[in-house]
């Protein structure tokens, strides 16, 4: 069982459910839930990590979506992130190396023969091969292995073996990005009258660029493959064109996250301009991360956050079609306090301090339904706040992982 006290303030807490109703100074990492929805299993002759999805309240047993499977590679994925991020802030620790060993092995495990992963497993231990969230292709949850794959990669160095297919296994996914990614003809075309590029994931998917950017950052940082480079290069100059709006005008600055649509989850796409920019000195990456920023982000949290909307174009000015504003979940929290942060160490300014706080507040109860989603004696994170004042109190893999994320990258700062 593994605890982390930094520090906490002594609040009273709600007696139905245990939570702190207002922030804390410091928050506890706790990775007891995380803890409980790891499983060493045996998985293709290999012993593995899972991390089961779905965790029900009130007694957080696990469950089964049933189209999809118990455990996934998304998830093992941002567990993989989240525990190297943890050696990063708190040292080596066996056991977590131990995890990223046997969840790592999870990964290579579903590599599909076509160099794509597949995505979830049943309960049977077989692959789900067929449903639309797991077939082997360029999507999430291939973009997501590589990303995991390469912070694995220097973690687990004194395993030759692992080290030599880890090496293999992104070598093949990258050869199908890179032939499945059309960055020798950098075309843009029109939806109604909203400019967008067509050469990244999906066609129009921003999100899935930045996720891209940053598995490809690392992996550049191994290898300094010139044609990795190009295709960051390609991802970000495709992200920002997907920007709309100014400091003055809606949507101030907001980058879409496919075709029309904005949504709060996976959009990463300022945290990875501001990495590729620092990474390569690239001014022009900077900015456009910093617009989003410092104009859209204060908006959110003055006008309350919102988990999806959709935009027209009238001229030179955007409108909302549709908004919207439920559910709210830890996954559409963690990429703002990312690249706020991520802000804050380019520009020493502490306006993005105080907005990665902000941000991160919403944890612990400044929030639509003023309930605190981290519970930082159990680890449990709720799975998000789906009306006014209602709280879907499951706690999943996602949630779970995706609170620890913020908490991580939030340690070592000043609250």
Known sequence: MLLIIVAIAIISCNANDGMLPTPTLKTVINLNHFNYLYEDISFQGKEVGIVHIYSEYPTYEYAIEPNEGFTCVDDIARAIVMLSKHIEVFGTNENIINQILKLTEFVLQMQNENGYFNNFIWSDLSINTSYKTSIAELNWWSLRALWALEYAYPLVKSDAELTSRIGLAV?????NIKRDLPIDNLQTEYLGNLELPTWLPQKYASDQAALLILGLLKNYQRTNDAVVKNLIDAMAKGIIITQKGDEYNYPYGAFMSWENLWHAWGNTQSYALLKAGRKFDNIEYIESALKEIDNFYPKILRNGYAEAFWLTKDGENYSEIKRNKFP????????????????????????HLDLAKNLKSWLSGNNEANKAIYNPSTGICFDGIVGPAEVNRNSGAESTIEGLLILLEMEGFDY
């Open 171 to 175: 070598d093949r996914v990258l050869t």
């Open 328 to 351: 709210q979940i830890t996954y559409g929290l963690r990429p703002m306090v990312w690249a706020s942060l991520e802000a804050y160490q380019y520009s020493n300014n502490t306006k």
